[in-house]
């Protein structure tokens, strides 16, 4: 569980589908480490919703009345500087995902993962140590941090951190252990990793991964 001192982790949702906010309020319930303190439906609104309310991490979509809007990022950016801003989109990663962590995102969660894989990843985000950052600096996701690239499909940190696990054909429980994270959070990692790469299942992923490693897998 995550906590700042003896409150919860607070939340802004910058989202216009109801169906979220509400969605996210019943993960956190059960969870009980973060809080939903305001939503924004209309990202014009959201900076004055954020700077009010100071939250610790932003979860902002890029679709706004049917159309993308990256522009939303720079705007919570200003807004709040030193939160965790996790883009949760259902637009394709292999896309966007560069594009949003230039503009100032932490992290990107595809939709395509239920609300309680994106809990885990905010659990891993927000619990990293420099995470809440100054303004100015890099992504708490580490931008600086060697990233793969196969074709045009970007990786982020962490997936190359766990897509190196699985071409050496470590199970989704072992890699949580040497990671230290949850083996929810290493599924929807190694789930985005394959939908990135196109791969049709994980035994395609994982010999995909090998060969771009070059990592000789247990017999």
Do not use: W
């Amino acid at each position: 569980m995550i906590e700042i001192g003896s409150r919860t982790t607070s939340v802004v949702l910058v989202d216009d589908h109801p169906v979220v906010a509400l969605g996210l309020r019943l993960a956190f319930q059960e969870r009980g480490s973060f809080s939903l303190i305001g939503t924004a439906t209309d990202p014009t609104t959201a900076p004055e919703l954020i700077e009010r309310l100071k939250p610790d991490v932003v979860i902002v979509d890029l679709v706004f009345a049917g159309a993308v809007q990256l522009g939303v990022i720079e705007m919570c950016r200003r807004a709040c500087p030193a939160c965790t801003l996790v883009v949760f989109s259902s637009l394709p990663a292999r896309l966007y995902e560069a594009e949003t962590l230039r503009a100032g995102a932490d992290s990107y969660v595809s939709k395509d993962h239920d609300l309680g894989g994106l809990v885990d990843v905010l659990s891993e985000v927000a619990s990293k140590p420099g995470a809440v950052r100054e303004q100015g600096s890099a992504p708490a996701t580490g931008a600086s941090e060697a990233r793969l690239v196969i074709g045009d499909v970007h990786l982020t940190p962490r997936e190359v951190e766990v897509g190196r696990l699985l071409s050496r054909g470590l199970s989704v429980a072992r890699i949580a252990e040497e990671v230290g994270i949850s083996a929810n959070t290493i599924a929807a990692h190694r789930d985005n990793i394959r939908k990135k790469l196109g791969c049709r299942d994980t035994a395609e992923l994982i010999a995909r991964l090998a060969r771009v490693y070059e990592t000789p897998r247990p017999e």
